[in-house]
């Protein structure tokens, strides 16, 4: 109710205005005046006042606490617990995850070693065909040779079978 005749109020002061006046005012002037108006009605018949307070606390001393620091060294050595069992599994999760890319990349580089030795293997047989060595030699002019021109180290000349044997090496003392 009492907001409704403010309103009323509000209505009859400007209706009561003089439009002659308004117009001749500037839109800036006009802002102003209703802007003073706004205020002074928000602050009702008295302004209102702040005062600071200067409170000097640095003489009061805080009572120790037997039992909060008990609930708090609890709760200290609960969460320390709890953070070290979490730092725990993320290191072990993580050094799993670490040990599967390491058996990955092993278990890679097997397959490249053994298509290496596949290719060696390969490139081996064709440079030992007996073939191929035996055009490469016409090549260059060699012939099978004659009898009794090889001359091995043991002093066969290559007619009869020789038995393998093991000789210690002779040692020289120079």
Known sequence: MATMAMAGQEMERMQTRRPEAARSMSVS???????EQQQSRR????????????????????????ERRREMRSFTIAMSFF?????????QHFSAIEVGYNVE????QVETLREVNRQLRLNEAQLSDPGRIDRIAKQLG?????PGQVVRPDGSNGEAPVLAQARMPALTVN
């Open 142 to 146: 060699l012939d099978e040779p004659a």
């Open 83 to 91: 953070f070290l069992l979490t730092m725990v599994y993320v290191w």
């Open 43 to 66: 602050r009702g018949p008295t302004p209102e006042m702040f005062f600071t307070k200067h409170i000097d606390n640095s003489r009061i001393v805080k009572e120790d606490d037997p």
């Open 29 to 35: 002037e006009r802002n102003r005046t209703l802007f």
């Open 105 to 108: 990349n092993q278990k890679t």
